[in-house]
């Protein structure tokens, strides 16, 4: 079983900065793809970032320009970098990653206030 493992979430300001990782117990470049998801009270979980194989990223409209997903080979991580944060970007944000199966982490709390 993949176990994935979230760090970095934390409260912080609005305009502020944090750096999520995601530590993975198998080779993260095994995965066809891994991301980050988000949930937010009452909403339904959605897409904040993905990596793909051959290193292309997508990223959420809303968070295009202030958040960076890339991987480190020797960490064996995934990290969302999370620039000049909004009230709205609090959630429970989760790690995630595919090989056919789904892949979940427990998820990281990260608040913004306003």
């Known amino acids: 079983q993949v176990q994935l493992v979230e760090s970095g979430g934390g409260l912080v300001q609005a305009g502020g900065s944090l750096r999520l990782s ?6 993260i470049f095994s995965f066809s793809a891994m991301g980050w998801y988000r949930q937010a009270p009452g909403k339904e979980r959605e897409l904040v970032a993905g ?10 409209d809303s968070v295009k320009g ?29 790690c995630n990653a595919a090989r056919g199966v789904i ?7 990260v608040t913004v206030s306003s």
């Open 51 to 60: 990596i793909y194989g051959g290193g292309t990223t997508k990223y959420a």
């Open 103 to 109: 892949f979940w982490g427990q998820g990281t709390q």
């Open 66 to 94: 202030r958040f960076t997903i890339s991987r480190n080979r020797a960490k064996n991580t995934v990290s969302l970098q999370m620039d000049n944060l909004k009230f709205e970007d609090t959630a429970v944000y989760y």
């Open 22 to 27: 995601c530590a993975a117990s198998e080779n």
